[in-house]
């Protein structure tokens, strides 16, 4: 934040510090005030793009903010309107993809996710695209997308979560397990503990699900 603040101060009209002075803000969000930190974020990214309207990262983060905070309809406004100005923005069709996602509508979801990948191909957008192939049953090609995101980023939880979900999914309980247990490992904070916990019970074994399911129940919900 610091290094980005005297970028702005040298420079105030630099539409890049700009727009990761929104970054920075929607990062924060995650961890305290999210009504504050949206806010803050969306007015930076309102900066990037009255500045410049075809910088297409201003669009996407402000979509970001949008789509978790729960503004569907206005981010679907506000792609529909600029999806011909960036038809093949790899920010933009993503954004495009997760509000499908985010609707149900897993199969325009996906097209939108592999229209993004032609363009560019990161772990994020194959992540996205994972996610919404297990929606669709599609639970040995979600696995496979894991594996390919895992050989480069191999301390990611989310990823190990999901591709736990998709071997339980398969039956593969043992492998599920240690799957969750990676990800519990990897990130204290991912709530994986109920997953696991089923995979024990799916296993046999009662004492070992309940116990595990305590530790969550106590973590989560000691104010009641």
């Excluded at 007015?43 to 503004?71: H, M, P, Q, R």
């Excluded at 398969?170 to 397990?177: D, E, I, R, S, V």
């Excluded at 089923?198 to 070992?208: I, S, T």
Aim: proline share 2%; charged share 25%.
């Amino acid at each position: 934040m610091r290094v980005n603040d005297q970028i702005l101060e040298m420079d105030p009209e630099n539409i890049d510090a700009i727009n990761n002075k929104g970054v920075i803000y929607e990062q924060n969000s995650h961890y305290q005030q999210p009504e504050k930190y949206v806010r803050l974020a969306t007015d930076w990214f309102e900066k990037t793009i009255n500045k410049d309207e075809n910088y297409a990262l201003g669009w996407s983060n402000k979509l970001v903010c949008l789509i978790n905070s729960g503004f569907l309809t206005d981010a679907e406004r506000i792609i529909n309107s600029i999806i011909g100005t960036f038809p093949t923005n790899s920010y933009i069709l993503t954004e495009k993809g997760r509000i499908y996602k985010r609707n149900g509508d897993y199969k325009n979801a996906l097209k939108y996710f592999n229209k993004a990948l032609k363009y560019n191909y990161t772990n994020k957008i194959l992540f996205n695209k994972a996610q919404t192939l297990l929606q669709l049953s599609k639970n040995k090609e979600t696995i496979g997308i894991c594996d390919d995101i895992l050989k480069y980023d191999e301390q990611n939880s989310e990823v190990w979560s999901l591709k736990g979900d998709a071997l339980r999914r398969l039956h593969q309980t043992k492998k599920a397990q240690k799957c969750f247990e990676k990800a519990l490992k990897l990130n204290p904070q991912t709530n994986v503990e109920k997953q696991i916990a089923e995979v024990y019970l799916q296993n046999g074994n009662a004492v070992k699900a309940a116990s595990i399911l305590t530790g969550y129940i106590n973590r989560n919900f000691s104010d009641i």
